[in-house]
């Protein structure tokens, strides 16, 4: 570990330019009021500690959380994570290394730890029912649904003078009334008694806060389980109990009612049972919150998991006599308190966010030097001018030496506008990576500076930051600044940081929207934003402007959202869009090589070279009552692709993931985004959820052409025709010929169902395209079936190897681990397949799985463990049968030459491999060969296509079992025609001396064949004999599948022949 003091300001001094300094009304036309002042800490006050892979940086200067984050911040860090207990514990030992005893600052992991001023005071509007009535009532026109668990929260001041019952609200369904009620009532000591309702089982009335005449927040939960429920109060749990209503749910489709308790369906309201008092913020959800989400909405943070009702002036049938206002509330919590480590004792507690203390800012050791390697350079001449013509430091020289400031609208603007005097004055300094990394640093600043503008002058100021901030973000998103933004890739990610932050300051221009002005645009030739408020039912789609296409690139919220989104009851919402031209980002993401890489994405016909942002960048976010709003878009992109002309161009549809890498940068994915339909100079997509979108386009060179490709296809469609017939066949002779039951016979019928239906699948998949739901039924039976097939080629191999090692368990238990192995192990297999990503499931193109993520991994894991398993179980056979025959070759022929017992062996070697290897599917080696040449291709195909052929003439045609119990149906219907004709009686005593018993093979199992050579041999010889058809089989074929030979002995079949 190394320590290090900071260079101190004196030697940088020259390196500045000008000292920081606060903007006057001279200078810039701009003032900074009080609570905009800078919090300045200087590096140089602090002390540099570095680690191996991070340094840390301690700042004495005491700043509140906020101002200590955005310090950290503006220097590209961050504070310490209290989440990551070894790094804290280091870094307090690191401090107190160095006599350091304050508490310093922890990072808080809460997203909803906001700046105090825009945290604490929120304007809601409210429901006032004055006095008990049996007419003043608020309905919810939301559609409730089923709900196993509900939480209900609002804030609530209660009438002091209301000491009778009153219902907070009541939601009732046709079956029952009081399905949930809240209500309550003043004690005589001064509290405010709850109890809730469920499904008519009532709770105790108990305390909950004090009837003060003050603002107070409550929230109500209950879950069917256990019939578990609570109230809290002000944050805190004040009532909590067990076995309410724990056979009934909350039933759907009900009537809910603000202020009243309902006798009839939607009426026959009380007075004496009505709610005096004022409302706000009431939400509902189906589902338990926890203490911190409870805390959360406390804190006016929304919750949107589970939501139902979120509260909405648009979803409220509110009756004439209920008064409506304004109230300016404050909303505390957890958002008050922030962590701190307690150095001396290696602690964690919270204080105070607004309480002033030293932190520490945490660098990641590459950046960090990055950083100071920039700034024992030259002054950037860019910043260099901007400060010169402001007459004050508005880009700090360096990162280290940036202000953190809180700017208003007015600041803002002031400063952004001088950046932009500069960057299109008529001979501009060059943006060199310096010059562009400060530019950033303001942009980023005052994106999260949460500007409000409420005054008329305040609106004119935020939308003349409006347009810097969109001038000035297009400028440096030009194509000429790609190798500067290479440069200072390392230090802030790439452009789509860039991005980000504009979506941040689009969220602040609804602010300039009003009745008279429903839409607000900014706008240069690189970027657009569009803010407009808007009503459902009204198109809602954005159309990008200034392009030269005939049909212009376009995002929209399909109707049927739109109609969703009516069936909450909303009837407004806000959508804010974004573009950013194609010419601009595309360079500069390819340069900075932020690009989507499929893991699975070649196959045999094409080679995967790289992939392309082939568009403009779109976004669309809805917004309803400052609540973000979950819903999918359309939208099509006109796309253009740097190829060769041997290189196939395929759209993805994806959009930016800020959170998916682990740096926080962000990288492109394709989660729940899909094509809708592509052309050759656009692509409609689809996608579930909203933020920034784009097509990407994937090269690939091409292996095969569209002529080999169609041979490729043809063949498999004949080749897997022709082998479905023969596995028919095959099935059906087993089963009709009477095959004597055995384990080899069974596993055969197996293999043969399972091959049969996964090559029937196969060849009619292709008609399933045009059905969405068949198509993915189709792919998972050709998944089940094609795994099972393979399941039992284990099983095949699991037998031979039986055969070759002795193995101590019952046949019925081995038929057991068979079925197991051949039909449990596929369902289980293609089961959990479907659980974990179903939405992923299905190609987009065909019916089978989709290759371009891990989906495919379903079946080549599995396939490639049985080829594994079966090919150490070749390679056993292999060896027993070459050492049986050069044992045999010696025994009986001990003087043959040597080239005759070379030949003996290398026969006895390419028998068996001849023989099992297409059983064992281990043709199918050949696709991992078949992107090397289309001529492995075809071979792959033919081997594996006519494998049910094969499997015919092995089991079937050449089958000494088959042949036998055909031969025996035969002499057997020959036999029964002569006795019924001449002597039935002499028959039906007679031994059963048959010709197939007398003649020349016995059935009796593999032991048997050994024992049977000179029999079987005489069978040879008799060209005459009529017992089994050994004498028409080819003598080549018949000779490998001898059954006195020890490769076919190892066989899990009996061959015909001898």
Not at 88 to 99: D, E, T
Not at 214 to 225: D, I, N, P, S, T
Not at 508 to 536: C, D, H, W, Y
Request: proline fraction near 5%; charge should be neutral.
């Amino acid at each position: 570990m190394e320590v290090r003091r900071p260079v101190s300001m004196l030697r940088i001094a020259w390196l500045l330019g000008f000292l920081i300094g606060i903007p006057s009304r001279n200078t810039l036309g701009f003032t900074i009021p009080a609570e905009n002042q800078t919090a300045k800490g200087s590096a140089s006050d602090g002390l540099i500690i570095e680690t191996f892979g991070e340094v840390f940086e301690f700042v004495s200067s005491a700043l509140d959380w906020w101002h200590a984050d955005g310090y950290c911040r503006q220097r590209f860090a961050h504070l310490p994570s209290e989440t990551r207990d070894s790094e804290v514990a280091s870094l307090g030992k690191k401090l107190r290394s160095h006599q350091i005893q304050d508490a310093v600052w922890l990072k808080d992991e809460e997203v909803y730890l906001r700046r105090p001023r825009h945290r604490r005071i929120h304007s809601m509007p409210i429901l006032m029912f004055q006095n008990k009535t049996d007419t003043k009532f608020v309905k919810v026109l939301s559609d409730f649904p089923a709900m196993p668990a509900v939480s209900a929260c609002a804030h609530l001041q209660w009438d002091q003078r209301a000491t009778e019952i009153s219902t907070v609200f009541s939601y009732a369904v046709s079956a029952f009334i009081n399905e949930f009620q809240l209500r309550g009532f003043k004690d005589e000591d001064g509290f405010v008694r709850f109890a809730v309702i469920l499904h008519g089982h009532h709770s105790p009335y108990l305390p909950v806060f004090r009837a003060d005449g003050r603002w107070h927040h409550f929230c109500v939960v209950w879950q069917q389980r256990n019939g578990t429920w609570a109230v809290y109060a002000d944050g805190k749990e004040k009532a909590s109990s067990v076995g309410l209503s724990v056979s009934h749910t909350v039933n759907a489709h009900g009537t809910f009612i603000i202020g009243q308790d309902q006798d009839s369906l939607g009426g026959a309201f009380k007075e004496k049972e009505s709610f005096s008092g004022n409302l706000t913020g009431l939400h509902v959800w189906h589902r338990v919150l926890s203490k911190e989400q409870v805390e959360k909405v406390r804190s006016c943070v929304p919750v949107t998991e589970g939501l139902v009702f979120g509260w909405s002036r648009d979803i409220l049938e509110v009756e004439a006599s209920v008064e409506e206002a304004t109230v300016q509330l404050t909303c505390p919590g957890p958002t008050e308190e922030c962590q701190v480590l307690e150095v001396p004792h290696g602690s964690v507690r919270s204080i105070s966010c607004l309480r002033p203390q030293p932190f520490v800012c945490l660098y990641s050791k590459d950046l960090y030097f990055r950083l100071k390697e920039m700034q024992s350079q030259p002054v950037p001449p860019l910043i260099a001018q901007v400060n010169m013509r402001a007459n004050v430091t508005v880009i700090p020289a360096n990162v280290f030496q940036a202000d953190v400031q809180s700017l208003n609208a007015s600041a803002a603007a002031g400063v952004l506008g001088a950046v932009e005097k500069v960057l299109l004055s008529a001979e501009p300094p060059p943006l060199d990576a310096g010059g562009l990394l400060g530019v950033f640093q303001v942009l980023k600043e005052v994106s999260v500076s949460s500007v409000e503008a409420e005054e008329p002058e305040e609106l004119e100021a935020l939308e003349a930051l409006g347009q810097h901030y969109v001038q000035v973000a297009g400028i440096i998103l030009e194509e000429d600044n790609a190798k500067e933004w290479s440069e200072i890739k390392p230090i802030i990610g790439g452009p789509m940081a860039v991005v980000e932050n504009v979506d941040k300051m689009a969220s602040a221009f609804q602010q300039l929207l009003s009745t008279e002005r429903p839409k607000v645009t900014f706008q240069n030739k690189n970027i657009g934003v569009e803010v407009r408020r808007m009503e459902l039912g009204t198109p809602a789609a954005y159309v990008m402007p200034n392009q030269r296409q005939e049909v212009p690139d376009w995002i929209e919220v399909p109707t049927e959202e739109v109609e969703r989104l009516r069936g909450r009851g909303l009837k407004h919402i806000t959508l804010t869009n974004t573009w950013y031209r194609y010419g601009s980002l595309q360079r500069l993401l390819s340069g900075a090589g932020a690009v989507f890489e499929d893991a699975a994405v070649s196959d045999g016909g094409r080679r995967y070279v790289s992939t392309q942002v082939g568009s403009s960048i779109i976004s669309s976010t809805l917004v309803s009552d400052y609540e973000e709003i979950s819903t999918s878009v359309h939208y099509r992109l006109h796309h253009q692709a740097q190829a060769l002309p041997d290189q196939l161009v395929v759209p993805v549809c994806a959009f930016w993931n800020f959170s998916k890498s682990p740096e926080g940068v962000g990288s492109w994915s394709t989660a729940g985004c899909s094509v809708v339909n592509s052309h050759p100079e656009f692509t409609a997509c689809s996608c579930n959820h909203t933020t920034n979108f784009a097509v990407l386009l994937q090269v690939f060179e091409v292996q095969r052409s569209a002529e080999e490709e169609s041979v490729l296809k043809t063949l498999t469609f004949v080749g897997c025709g022709v082998s479905f017939c023969a596995l028919i066949v095959t099935f059906v002779l087993f089963l009709a010929v009477g095959v004597p039951k055995s384990e080899r016979t069974t596993v055969h019928k197996n293999l043969i169902f399972a091959l049969a239906a996964a090559e029937a699948l196969l060849m009619f998949s292709e008609l399933a395209k045009t059905n969405q739901g068949v198509c993915f039924a189709v792919t998972a039976f050709l998944h089940l079936f094609f795994m099972a097939a393979f399941a039992w080629m284990l099983v095949e191999g699991l037998l031979l190897w039986s055969k070759v090692v002795a193995v101590n368990m019952s046949e019925d238990r081995r038929m057991k681990f068979y079925y197991i192995t051949g039909w449990g192990l596929p369902i289980v297999i293609v089961g959990v397949t479907l659980a974990t990503s179903f939405n992923k499931y299905v190609a987009d193109n065909h019916c089978w799985l989709n290759v371009q993520t891990d989906i495919i991994w379903a079946f080549v894991g599995p396939v490639l463990f049985v080829l594994t398993v079966n090919t150490f179980v070749l390679f056993r056979v292999v060896v027993v049968t070459v050492s049986s025959a050069r044992r045999r070759s010696r025994m009986l022929t001990p003087n043959s030459s040597l080239e005759k017992q070379i030949g003996i062996q290398i026969w006895a070697t390419a028998k068996p491999v001849l023989v099992l290897l297409p059983v064992l599917g281990l043709t199918w080696v050949c696709g991992v060969l078949v992107h090397l040449s289309v001529t492995w291709a075809y071979i792959f195909i033919v081997l594996n296509s006519l494998q049910g052929l094969y499997i015919f003439l092995v089991y079937a045609i050449y089958n000494s079992e088959v042949r036998n119990a055909i031969q025996r149906m035969k002499e057997k219907k020959k036999a029964l025609s002569f006795t019924n004709c001449s002597h039935p009686i002499n028959y039906l005593s007679s031994p059963r001396n048959t010709s197939w018993e007398m003649g020349k093979f016995s059935p009796s199992g593999m032991e048997n064949a050994a024992k049977g050579t000179t029999v079987k041999e005489a069978t040879v010889k008799n060209p005459n004999h009529k017992g089994n058809f050994g004498a028409k089989m080819p003598m080549g074929l018949s000779a490998i599948m001898a059954p006195d030979r020890p490769a076919v002995q190892l066989t899990a079949f009996k061959s015909s022949g001898l």
